[in-house]
């Protein structure tokens, strides 16, 4: 078995981003680049 991120979010392998904010691993699709977060946290977010 590999050790592959496995996103914190979605449950999909090739998490490989973490999010500076709550510090769970994502996958690109739960990552918001612009801001180095997780959609979960954009969502707490207050634009
Ligand atoms: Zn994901
Ligand atoms: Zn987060």
Do not use: H
């Amino acid at each position: 078995m590999e050790l592959v991120g496995i996103c914190m979010i979605c449950g999909r392998p090739n998490a490989r981003y973490t999010c500076r904010l709550c510090g769970r691993i994502v996958c690109n699709n739960c990552y918001d680049f612009s801001n180095g977060i997780c959609v979960a946290c954009r969502g707490r977010m207050i634009k």
